[in-house]
């Protein structure tokens, strides 16, 4: 079993930064692909950025690409998210997911699992 927690969210301002964390533990033989997804307020969850665990391929959505870069530190069994010149609309909840079905590059939320508790961020314009 692999457990995930999402930290570092909060309240910003347009135009600034905020860095995620995400914390793997158990079965980290089981990480492939690690996925970070926001969750807008009254809306489903949407895919953000993916990593992967061993290679480091990263891939990003559209609305993010030249905005936030995913990263891991192996050693540290933590994969990260920086998002840098944040708008309004990047508020969200914000979790990171273990890839369970082996989908190259997937983007779908349902491909991935052991969801943590979420970090919440908030963008003021």
Sequence with gaps: ??????????????????????????????????????????????FVAGVGWLGGTTYYSDSVKDRFTSSRENAKNTVYLQMNNLKPEDTAIYYCGNQQRLQWKSQDPADFGSWGQGTQVVVSS
């Design 1 to 46: 079993q692999v457990y995930l927690a999402e930290s570092g969210g909060g309240l910003v301002r347009e135009g600034e930064s905020l860095t995620l964390s995400c914390t793997i533990s158990g079965d980290t033989d089981k990480v492939y692909m690690m996925g970070w997804f926001r969750q807008p307020p009254g809306k489903g969850r949407e």
